[in-house]
């Protein structure tokens, strides 16, 4: 992983499933690791175990939906380690339902999070990268980001928009800027993500779909066989699912 070590990386949704296990991949193969989320003491452990093990690590309380935020994260690791190499869009939440439910306050959380989220980091490190010429943005959608299934129309909605605006971040700033933007598009991951399932009926299938799952160090091994190519190399999109599910 030539590619990887002393890359600075920063990760959004860092303190649990996808985000923390490629924090902790990408630190074991030589990388300064710079988690983001809200709690804080869960970071804080995560980083503990990262030094422990040999690694480079710190971490900032930040939340995705505050534009100010995620530019004070940008900040925080420009302050720490002057340059910022990857962005790891990842944050999410997925409280899916049937429209019918009218659960707005749901849809507005997801809107927020997953999209809004994913534009603030894009903002908070792309002056950066134009200024280094050259940065990686991987940001995180689904397979719910490629076919709408019942209870899915907001949360696909939002990760339709991921893979619409990295796709247009490919476009505008390849080649002359060298900043490359990744898809990562998984299907179903055992993480705490049916946590934010509140809809009684889809809890259910949210346990059920669990079954079925596979672990997050796949997605993080994805994410980084996207980060270890070398500059005149960008990987546009990686779909990765359980092989049981459809
Ligand atoms: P987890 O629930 O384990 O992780 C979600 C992470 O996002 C947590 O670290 C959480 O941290 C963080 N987060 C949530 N809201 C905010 C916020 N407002 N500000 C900052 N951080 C926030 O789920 P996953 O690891 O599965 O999810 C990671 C990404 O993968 C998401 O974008 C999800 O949509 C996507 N994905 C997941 C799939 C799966 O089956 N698990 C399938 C396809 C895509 P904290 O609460 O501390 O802020």
Redesign the pocket.
């Known amino acids: 992983m030539e590619n990887i070590a002393a890359k600075v990386v920063i990760i959004?949704?860092?303190?649990?499933?996808?985000?923390?296990?490629t924090a902790k991949l990408l630190a074991a193969n030589g990388a300064k690791v710079v988690l983001?989320?809200?709690?804080?003491e869960?970071?804080q452990q995560i980083v503990d175990e990262i030094r422990e093990a040999g690694g480079e690590a710190v971490s900032f309380q930040?939340?995705?939906?505050?534009a100010e935020?995620m530019r004070k994260l940008a900040q925080f690791a420009m302050d720490r380690y002057g340059r910022v190499d990857v962005l790891v869009?990842?944050?999410?939440?997925?409280p899916v339902s049937q429209l019918s439910e009218l659960r707005v306050e749901e849809w507005d959380?997801m809107i927020?999070?997953?999209v809004k989220?994913v534009l603030y980091g894009i903002a908070a490190v792309l002056p950066t990268m134009r200024e280094q010429k050259s940065g990686h943005i991987i940001n995180?959608?689904?397979?719910?980001?490629h076919v709408v299934s019942p209870t899915s129309s907001v949360?696909s909605a939002?990760?339709f928009a991921?893979r619409a605006i990295a796709e247009g971040l490919r476009q505008e700033e390849s080649p002359e800027s060298g900043i490359r933007s990744t898809i990562?598009?998984?299907?179903?991951?055992?993480?705490?993500?049916?946590?934010?399932v509140t809809s009684p009926g889809v809890k259910q299938l949210g346990e059920m779909?669990r079954g079925m799952?596979i672990s997050?160090d796949r997605?993080a091994k994805a994410i980084i066989y996207a980060i270890d190519q070398p500059a005149d190399t960008s990987v546009n999109e990686i779909v990765i699912r359980p092989t049981v599910q459809p």
Not at 36 to 40: L, M, S, V, W
């Open positions: 959004t949704g860092a303190s649990s499933g996808i985000g923390e296990a983001a989320a809200r709690r804080e869960r970071l930040a939340d995705v939906v505050s935020a869009n990842n944050a999410g939440i997925m959380r927020d999070v997953n989220g995180v959608s689904s397979v719910a980001g949360y939002t990760k991921v990562i598009a998984p299907g179903i991951v055992d993480t705490e993500l049916v946590n934010s779909m799952s997050p997605i």
